[in-house]
């Protein structure tokens, strides 16, 4: 068993190339719809372990709720960030591919051969 975890947004182009390229290579991951199913403050803050980055580096800046809740400002903690996150999923960078106790983002989706 091939125990791959993709959080997926089919809208996103890189989530869709990057689960192709999972799927290319005989991998059928578990597909977590994040943004209908969002992952819990506990389960964000284990992404980010596994990504090895912060709060922060995960969030999409360009969204509209990152400007609406001034996410730019640097004093916000990380907890505070995870939980906005869950409120917010959109926020979050995808697609994150998680196998075992590590994870990578797929922007480029080629980052998820250092998964296979």
């Not at 719809?33 to 969002?38: E, Q, S, T």
């Not at 506990?42 to 990152?66: F, T």
């Not at 995808?94 to 480029?108: D, E, S």
Request: include cysteine.
């Amino acid at each position: 068993m091939n125990n791959f975890t993709i959080y997926h947004n089919p809208r996103c182009s890189k989530s869709r190339k990057t689960l192709d390229l999972l799927r290319s290579n005989n991998i059928e991951p578990q597909i977590i719809l994040y943004l209908k199913d969002p992952p819990t403050e506990k389960e964000i803050a284990g992404l980010l372990k596994k990504l090895n980055i912060s709060a922060r580096d995960l969030l999409r800046k360009n969204e509209e709720a990152y400007k609406i809740n001034g996410l730019s400002d640097k004093s916000i903690s990380e907890n505070d960030l995870v939980s906005i996150m869950r409120t917010f999923p959109k926020l979050i960078e995808r697609p994150i591919v998680v196998k075992g106790n590590t994870a990578v983002l797929g922007r480029p989706p080629e980052n998820v051969n250092k998964l296979i």
